[in-house]
């Protein structure tokens, strides 16, 4: 192994989890990025993995290159330099769907979910058997002896074609990403062109309308709660610790799974992993010891308690994301006022999904709203306020600033759930140190 991967934005999360993979493989890598610190390069540097400005010089005859999408020959001395040098180089998803052809690879698609259900699927096959992965949160791992890959597949600018995985699982179809995708046909047609590239497997969830319409030449399995289905999710027990069910397979009973998570939606991720790994062959009293032991994903019910007031920080920045979210905190909190704080994510995710962001966040008990976060992409920000999501919502939405989030203490019994992919964060940290200053608890 003496060539050299050398990654071009190496920072980026997936980047450096990729690198990370492949480091631990045994490979050498190296990468290039902007001198501002970035909580990715932690790894990187702990790693030993070497981390260089950007120069030309970095292109040696002996480097394959992979490089980060947001890097263009007008904003990169490197890929410009590989353009005019005949230099090759692969994105990350084009150099992906080369390197899964080594493994039996098994990915995670879908509208909301896909990190969730790739970190479960990839905690409990690791501890199974060696398996290298690489999940949308930015957590990657790579083990030389590994005949699995487990990893997920996103949707975004069709980055999931050049993958050909022996199984997949499709959690659901929505319409998002507005800024590229043109109408929901334009997403469904997204996923059935991925959708036929499966070979051994495809597991969908069975209660989605768009997912019934998939084809593709490999088995296709349904899962979900209703009769109908190929895996069946049924006597369910959601309690303040976790959740526990039991799963069929075609009127064969499985026994019962138990998972410390909440949420219907984490049930279904369940079932999906559950009947995935079943088919391949694997023994479910193992799939059921170590779904056990899944402790979640980054930005995903991600918990903690500052001077007795428990916050919840979430990546959900789609309705039904926020849905599942609060379906999630009522669970486990049932005595607790439910207070949501949430940041829009691109003005034309806002403008397209302004009546359904509404309604969702009408689940909350009491609803707060940050400035909409307009994304680099974003050419058009189009004529949308935060003022015009606030004025939708039935129950009174009050609009904060990171300077000034003392409205929120207004709830004495709450559980405050801070949402968005944006820098919903830096509302978040506000309000812990406001929390922190307190001299006597807040609950």
């Given at each position: ?60 005859a ?12 007008d ?38 979910g ?65 800024d ?44 979900g709660?209703?009769?109908?289905n ?5 006597d ?110 691109t ?16 689940q ?80």
């Open positions: 192994m003496t060539k050299t991967y050398h990654f071009i934005g190496i920072k980026g999360s997936g980047m450096s989890a990729l690198a990370l993979m492949l480091h631990q493989m045994g490979h050498h890598v190296q990468g290039s990025d902007v001198e501002k610190y970035y909580f990715t390069q932690r790894g990187l540097e702990q790693a030993g993995i070497k981390i260089l400005p950007f120069d030309e010089k970095n292109l040696q002996d480097v394959e290159v992979i490089a980060g999408n947001a890097f263009r020959p904003n990169n001395i490197e890929i410009a330099y590989a353009d005019a040098n005949g230099i090759a180089y692969k994105r990350y998803h084009e150099f992906l769907g080369t390197f899964m052809r080594d493994f039996v690879s098994m990915g995670v698609a879908g509208a909301h896909k990190t969730s259900t790739t970190g479960m699927l990839a905690h409990v096959l690791s501890n199974i058997t060696d398996t290298s992965y690489l999940i949308g949160d930015g957590t990657g791992r790579g083990s030389a002896n590994a005949k699995y890959f487990a990893f997920e597949a996103d949707e975004y600018e069709r980055h999931f074609m050049p993958y050909h995985p022996e199984y997949s699982i499709i959690t659901n179809i929505d319409f998002d990403h507005p590229y995708f043109t109408s929901l046909e334009d997403v469904f047609n997204a996923f059935n062109d991925y959708a036929k590239q499966v070979s051994k497997g495809l597991f969908v969830y069975g209660e989605d309308k768009e997912l019934r319409r998939v084809t593709t030449n490999a088995p296709i399995y349904y899962y709660f209703n009769e109908g190929d895996f069946i999710a049924h369910l027990l959601r309690s303040t610790t976790g959740s526990s069910f039991k799963v069929s397979f075609r009127g064969q009973e499985l026994g019962e799974f138990k998972i410390p998570s909440f949420g219907r939606h984490n049930i279904m991720n369940a079932t999906a992993v559950i009947g995935l790994l079943y088919t391949a062959g694997f023994d479910l009293n193992l799939v059921r010891e170590h779904l056990v032991t899944f402790g979640g994903v980054k930005r995903r019910f991600t918990e903690k308690v500052v001077n007795g007031t428990t916050i919840i920080d979430d990546f959900a920045h789609h309705p039904t994301e926020i849905i599942a979210t609060l379906d999630a905190a009522r669970q486990k909190y049932p005595s607790k006022e439910i207070v949501a704080i949430f940041q829009p994510h003005f034309t995710r806002t403008i397209a999904l302004l009546d359904e962001f509404a309604e969702a966040l009408n909350a008990d009491a609803v707060y709203l940050a400035q909409i976060y307009g994304s680099a992409r974003e050419v058009d920000h189009g004529d949308v306020k935060v003022e015009d999501l606030a004025e939708k919502i039935i129950k009174k939405a009050e609009i904060i600033t990171v300077d000034n989030v003392s409205p929120l203490l207004e709830h004495p019994n709450a559980v405050y759930v801070f949402m968005g992919a944006g820098d919903i964060q830096t509302y978040e940290y506000s309000f812990e140190r406001l929390l922190s200053n307190l001299t006597s608890n807040v609950q």
